[in-house]
């Protein structure tokens, strides 16, 4: 009796193990950058070096954006506004002239595993998916944005960071 009951204590622990939320860390807290009064290009990245490809678009500093702090010598930008941005990637820190914190280090990275196949982006508001992660596929979660969680993971024959909904996670 004994047996089966620590048994059973130990399986509703297991259980409510899996349950639970991913823990608390890092939340993106995007800031609008200041407008440039001309325009020009700065190349923008899928993770914070050249190491990562570059991204289909650029950014115009002369048009909305916002920044979210800074990684090295590379800082992570995105198109829009605060409320409302999309392809969130990075940009070498010399391109602007924006503040160095938050520090956007992520070294509390936290591994998990997609538990279903999951539409992935650069921006929890987009809509059109830049691909998927099958289910099983090992990721990083690095921070938060609402039920969006900031991760990296393998794409095709690199690595990039991007967006996946919590509820695929989890």
């Known amino acids: 009796m004994k047996k ?8 509703l622990f297991a259980a409510s193990y899996a349950l639970a939320e991913i823990p608390d860390i890092f939340v993106l807290e995007p800031t609008a950058g200041p407008l440039e009064s001309s325009s020009y290009i700065i190349p923008m990245y899928k993770g914070p070096t050249v190491q990562y490809e570059e991204m289909d678009i650029s950014l ?3 048009k909305p954006y916002v920044f979210f702090g800074q990684s090295t010598s590379w800082m992570m930008v995105a198109i829009g506004t605060p409320d ?3 392809n969130a990637g990075w940009i070498e820190g010399a391109a602007l002239t924006l503040p160095l914190e938050p520090d956007l280090s992520f070294a509390d990275r936290l591994p998990a ?3 279903e196949t999951a539409d992935i982006t650069f921006s929890p508001y987009e809509t059109e998916p ?10 990083d979660i690095l921070a938060r944005d609402g039920s969006f969680l ?3 993971c393998p794409f095709g024959d690199t690595y990039i960071r991007c967006f996946i909904r919590e509820s695929a996670i989890e």
């Open 130 to 139: 830049i691909g998927q992660l099958a289910e099983g596929t090992m990721v």
């Open 84 to 86: 409302d941005y999309t």
């Open 4 to 11: 089966f009951l620590c048994l059973l204590l130990l399986m």
């Open 113 to 115: 595993m997609v538990e």
């Open 60 to 62: 115009d500093p002369s």
């Open 150 to 152: 900031y991760i990296e």
